[in-house]
């Protein structure tokens, strides 16, 4: 069974950077392309990015392109969420998930079968 813990969340200014960490326990994580997704308050799960098991891969949601980059140690089992120039608009709870393949619909949470339980970002001056 794959478990997997997000760290890293918190509150910055707008304009801040936030980096966003997903450790994987129970299985190693080289396997699995690993998606970001978030909620607000009231809204539906979103999808942020997904990355490849290599990496050499990610797509990006519009409204984070050119802000947010991923990237994965898989010797640390850890995939890394680089959040820049943030904005109020990106405060949500931030999930990793894991899928076991890279396909279309990479920002579909059904796509994804193991999830993390959270961790809180909030972007407010």
């Known amino acids: 069974q794959l478990r997997l813990v997000e760290s890293g969340g918190g509150s910055v200014q707008p304009g801040g950077s936030l980096r966003l960490s997903c450790t994987a326990s129970g299985r190693t994580l080289d396997s699995f392309p690993i998606g970001w997704f978030r909620q607000a308050p009231g809204k539906e799960r979103e999808g942020v990015l997904c990355?490849?098991?290599?990496?050499?891969?990610?797509d990006y949601a519009d409204s984070v392109k050119g802000r947010f980059t991923a990237s994965r140690d898989n010797d640390k089992n850890t995939v890394y969420l680089q959040m820049n120039n943030l904005k109020p608009e990106d405060t949500a709870v931030y999930y990793c998930?894991?899928?076991?393949?890279?396909?279309?619909?990479?920002?579909?949470?059904?796509?994804?079968?193991?999830w993390g339980q959270g961790t809180q970002v909030t972007v407010s001056s």
């Open positions: 998930a894991a899928r076991s393949w890279y396909g279309s619909k990479w920002y579909d949470p059904y796509e994804y079968d193991y």
């Open positions: 990355i490849s098991t290599s990496g050499g891969r990610t």
